[in-house]
């Protein structure tokens, strides 16, 4: 099955420098790949998602890179601000035949440092 | 427009008990799969529902049944309840089997 790997699994940055978090899969038939914030107590919450159609996508301060042939991508936010500190967890999953199960990462938590 | 809901939001349960978890989801979705998520890890897929009907499932044992009524919404049970089965519980829903899923709160259970 699908083997998703995070790191780092903590990153601590200045407030307003860029932080940038990256995500490996195992399976190549792997096509979508979204990105979700945890806030402490809350539920994951959808921020950015990427399908392997695509190379890049962005949405004002966060944009997500999708390497398909060495199996990566990555989430990076610019200009951080303290509401940007959570724990984010990408994912990925098949979606040829109707949308399989999300495989997780483990977590990285984003401390921003005012 | 209703985001996705949960109940209850928090539980508590000894072992060898069994637990019902319920989910509403999102207005207009159709499709719901639960996840588990242990404490500092990411969730787990445990099954996913569709036209009432289990779709597919996750690396978890029979113990974890799970329901779709008419109306989309949905049931999660754990029958003969472990420690290990502590755990966030977070419910997704999405339409018509696409990718986007939204997750709701989650229920909290705690096995003592």
């Known amino acids: 099955g699908e083997n998703v790997e995070q790191h780092p699994s903590t990153l601590s940055v200045q407030e307003g420098d860029s932080a940038v978090i990256k995500c490996t899969y195992s399976d190549s038939a792997s096509n979508y790949f979204p990105w979700y914030k945890q806030e402490l107590g809350k539920r994951p919450q959808l921020i950015i998602d990427i399908r392997s159609n695509v190379g890049e996508k962005k949405d004002q301060r966060i944009a997500v890179t999708l390497n398909k042939t060495a199996k990566h991508f990555s989430l990076h936010i610019t200009e951080t601000q303290p509401e940007d500190s959570a724990v984010y967890f990408c994912?990925?999953?098949?979606?040829?035949?109707?949308?399989?199960?999300?495989?997780f990462g483990t977590g990285t938590r984003l401390t921003i440092i005012p | 427009d209703a985001g996705v809901t949960q109940s209850p939001t928090h539980l508590i349960k000894t072992r060898g008990q069994q637990v019902t978890l319920r989910c509403s989801p999102k207005s207009g979705h159709d499709t719901v799969s639960w996840y588990q998520q242990a404490l500092g890890q990411g969730p787990q897929f445990i099954f996913q529902y569709y036209e009432e009907e289990e779709r597919q499932r996750g690396n978890f044992p029979d113990r974890f049944s799970g329901h779709q009524f008419p109306n989309y919404s949905s049931e999660l049970n754990v029958n003969a309840l472990l420690l290990g089965d502590s755990a966030l519980y977070l419910c997704a829903s999405s339409f018509d089997l696409r990718e986007t899923q939204y997750f709701g709160p989650g229920t909290r259970l705690l096995v003592l």
């Open positions: 994912a990925a999953s098949k979606t040829n035949f109707g949308n399989e199960k999300l495989t």
